[in-house]
Each structure stands twice: as C-alpha cells, then as structure tokens.
C-alpha cells in the first residue's frame, strides 16, 4: 500500500493526506476483491477527444508538480483538445493536488471562475 501512497503524493504531503489516499486505496482494492474489476463504461461523449475538440466550454486543467508524467501527458492532450491554453502546474503536490495544496487550488479555480464570461462574480 505504501507504494501506491508514494505514487499518488508528494513527498511532503501532510500525514493526514497519506492516511486519506491509502485509505482510498484501500477501500478501491478491498471492492476490486469483493467485486472483480468494473466493465468499462462506453465513452458518453461517443468519440473521445474527437468529440472534446468540439465543445466550446471553458476549461482549467491541471496537476501536481511531482504527478507522474502520464498524468502531465494526459493533461497536456486534453488541455489541447478543450483549447483550454497550458495546464497548470500546482507546486509541492503530487497526484492528490486539491488535497495536498487545497488553498492554492483554491485560488486558481476561483480565479479561472471570476474570469468566465457572464454575471459579475
């Protein structure tokens, strides 16, 4: 468990945030066991990024300076595919970044709300 816990944070992620990712972790293995792994779901949007690239909505996308580089590359295509300009980049978090960095993670969602169009803020 404790490797899996080492992959989803940064090295300086809170007790708090270890205990609660192993505890996620867990309980996914614990239901993997129970239950076998889930089907696949078919992809609602029906084509995946063909279908993304033809949305017209605001999007953020970001991850944790120490995530593990498939999750950078995944933010990168699906930033591109949204037109949704460069992920962000949230600084001493890992996979977990809301968790670990929950007041910077914050303030960019706030600030990427605040910027939308439509009714003042």
Known sequence: ??????????????????????RMLRDQFTE????????????PLGEGATALRTLSVPALVG???????????????????????????IPAAGH?????????FCTLLLDFIRRLPGERR
């Open 1 to 22: 468990m404790s490797v899996g816990v080492e992959a989803w944070t940064s090295a300086g992620a809170t007790a708090e945030v270890r205990a609660h990712a192993a």
């Open 32 to 43: 993997q066991l129970a239950h076998g792994e889930p089907s696949l779901a078919a992809d």
């Open 63 to 89: 991850g944790g300076e120490h995530d593990m580089p498939d999750f950078f590359e995944g933010g990168e295509a699906l930033a591109r595919d949204l037109d949704a300009g460069r992920p962000v980049v």
């Open 96 to 104: 977990l970044a809301p968790l670990e960095q929950p007041s910077v």
